[in-house]
């Protein structure tokens, strides 16, 4: 699956922040629309914490 549509489902259930620091990590935070809880990933590729945010949205829809 391509990271825009990855990036779309994500955006459907979470608010996103990306930032990128003088190292040039980017840090990827996600938080529920719904419950409000929050959750950050760091790597140095943007594929990889798109793909970590894809994973938590499919870990909370099927709880």
Known sequence: ???TTKLKYILQIF???LEMDEEELLHLGITNKRT???SFFVDKS???VISKAFA???KELKQ
């Open 36 to 38: 409000g809880e929050s």
């Open 56 to 58: 938590q949205l499919n």
């Open 15 to 17: 608010n996103l922040t």
């Open 46 to 48: 943007y594929s990889v």
């Open 1 to 3: 699956m391509r990271n």
